[in-house]
């Protein structure tokens, strides 16, 4: 079984993919809910396994898993979330047009214009690129949930960990898209302007043009300036929104665990990795280490070559974990698993799975 910090309220689940990242994700949900606690975890690509376990459907929607076990006075609840990426953004605009309303009644947006905002060809571009990103949207969603306090705890499944750096600079990015001094530059421009690209250039906004290279026409400097218009009066509240999403990253009540496997590659990578992540000053406290044979220490004599390759095979593996273990354990807690299973057909399956996670010692 594996522990958690007394104060942590969001757990983060970094890793390559294919390392049963988000079967760990659940079982942790199932375990932490049978402990008493209200649970939700956010997924991003179940299996379809999986997903009839927890009997969820990609539709950002919420939904109430029936456990089935006993929990300590019935407390513990679980729920669970397929991230629905272009409702994700969506919801982002939303919050801030509304909390610029709340914020100043007179200039605020209204129905009308938000609806405007959403039908510019600019923002559905725009939301179609961030939309389609995983690391921003699995974000914002997190924080949605976490801010919302009815949780006592909310896990995420992230994207493989070749992502995992777009998801932790997802506030930077969003913070430079909707940047004062670059909107101003926006809402100022006509089409007529010449050198307005350069200027843009000069004054560092050239991400901003990646993001928006995919929109190109004649219209492209009236649409432009349309957007920007529509967002100038919930400039701040994105600023408010996006800032709280990093203290959300860094927070001492956000928890990341590392899954990874035995085979020498993923455990290399999983050590660059934790030390990249603790450099940068977010708190990865624990490694998981899936598919860790239970029968290497088991001797047995067979004529079989196969047999004694493949067995010698395991045991270099489990040298080389050894090693990786002395590195890991200086800073981190560390836990093997003989096997996540993937296959998981109900809860119960899903709570073995909590079960069986041992702390090297």
């Known amino acids: 079984m594996i522990n958690k910090l007394p104060q942590t309220k969001t757990i983060i689940c970094i890793g390559t993919g294919g390392v049963g990242k988000t079967t760990l994700a659940a079982s942790m949900a199932v375990g932490w809910a049978q402990q008493g606690l209200k649970v939700l975890v956010l997924t991003i690509d179940p299996s379809q396994r999986l997903a009839q376990t927890l009997g969820i459907r990609a539709d950002g929607e ?28 969506e919801t982002f605009i939303k919050t801030a047009a509304q ?23 600019l923002y559905q571009q725009l939301s179609g690129k961030l939309s389609g990103s995983q690391e921003f949207t699995s974000l914002i969603t997190l924080y949605q949930h976490v ?24 506030p ?13 530059w926006f809402r100022d421009i006509s089409s007529h302007q010449v050198g307005f690209l350069q200027k843009v250039m000069n004054i560092g906004a050239t991400q901003v043009l990646k993001i928006l290279e995919t929109l190109t026409g004649s219209e492209f400097m009236k649409e432009l300036s349309a957007f920007f218009k529509a967002i100038q ?16 990253l860094v927070s001492p009540q956000t928890e990341f665990i590392l899954v990874t496997t035995l085979d ?29 044979p239970n029968w290497l220490a088991v001797k047995f004599s067979t004529d079989s070559q196969r047999l004694n390759e493949l067995t010698s095979y395991y045991r270099d593996l489990e040298k080389n974990l050894q090693k990786r273990l002395t590195q890991f354990k200086t800073q981190l807690k ?28």
């Not at 029936?66 to 979330?81: A, I, K, V």
């Not at 909390?99 to 060809?121: D, I, P, Q």
Request: charged content about 25%.
């Open 233 to 248: 009066n919930w400039q701040s509240p994105l600023e408010t929104y996006v800032m709280n999403c990093h203290r959300l």
């Open 172 to 184: 930077e990015k969003i913070a430079l898209l909707f940047n004062e001094g670059v909107t101003q």
């Open 62 to 89: 919420l939904h109430r898993v029936q456990l089935d076990l006993p929990t300590p006075s019935n407390q513990g609840e679980l729920w669970s979330c397929v991230i629905n990426h272009k409702k994700a953004f």
């Open 147 to 170: 801010s919302s306090e009815k949780f006592d705890l909310v896990i995420l499944d992230t994207p493989p960990s070749q992502h995992t750096w777009n998801f932790l600079k997802a």
């Open 264 to 292: 020498p590659s993923r455990l290399n990578e999983a050590y660059k990795l934790s030390r990249e992540i603790k450099t940068q000053g977010y708190q990865l406290t624990t490694v998981v280490i899936n598919r860790v």
């Open 99 to 121: 909390k610029s309303k709340h914020a100043n009644t007179t200039t605020g947006t209204s129905e009308a214009e938000l609806e405007k905002l959403l039908n510019n060809r």
């Open 334 to 361: 560390v836990y093997k698993c003989f096997d996540l299973r993937q296959n998981s057909e109900d809860v119960r399956s899903l709570q073995k799975n909590f079960d069986q996670l041992q702390l090297v010692e």
